[in-house]
């Protein structure tokens, strides 16, 4: 089990590498304080999240518009936060 969570973890960071380094370092800060205690619902959102382009990502995470997606609400205030 901890070599599959090594795996998606792994994909996860992968995915997260953007065109931007502002979204990189959110992202990747995200992961870093979130991934252990996200459960599968969140996991799934994440993913979802991660198929957005950069440009509208950007527009979400610096707070210029919110998602219409209900599943992104919570991950993206988590993903803003900087504790």
Same mark, same amino acid.
């Given at each position: ?17 953007? /065109?931007?380094?502002?979204?990189? +370092? ?10 252990? /205690? ?13 198929? +957005? ?8 995470? %610096? /707070?210029?518009?919110? %998602?219409?997606?209900? /599943? ?12």
């Amino acid at each position: 089990m901890i070599a599959d969570t090594d795996v998606r973890l792994k994909k996860l960071r992968w995915r997260s590498r953007r /065109g931007m380094q502002e979204l990189d +370092t959110l992202l990747n800060n995200y992961l870093d304080v979130y991934y252990k /205690g996200l459960d599968e619902q969140a996991l799934q959102n994440l993913d979802r999240l991660l198929e +957005t382009e950069d440009d509208i990502l950007w527009v979400w995470l %610096s /707070g210029q518009q919110d %998602s219409a997606d209900p /599943g992104f609400v919570r991950l993206i205030d988590d993903i803003r936060r900087k504790d």
